[in-house]
């Protein structure tokens, strides 16, 4: 794993099924803590709670530390459920950068 890839991985948030304020505050504290970017990752049914994760954070709590929407990319991956069958799901990144 190249020093970029593994940096970006401590710098990503996967949206689940935790309260919906555990991940804005993770989002928060990641940039406390010096990063200079932040991707809230989400899948599936995930995928409006990371949406609204990252807006709220951008918004609401990182208004002061000119925070912004650097890019969003959209895919699905394909993964075999619990049935063995193959399936697809949707796939978002939202990439937050300081300005």
Known sequence: MTEETQKSQENS????G????????GVVMQF??????????????????????????RRKFLEDKNVSVKNVSIASEEFENKEGKLVNVSVIEIILKKA
């Open 18 to 25: 935790k309260p919906f304020m555990n991940y804005v505050t």
């Open 13 to 16: 948030i996967f949206i689940g």
């Open 32 to 57: 406390s803590n010096g990063a200079e970017e932040v991707t809230v990752k989400a899948r599936g049914k995930f995928i409006s709670k990371g949406v609204d994760v990252a807006e709220v954070a």
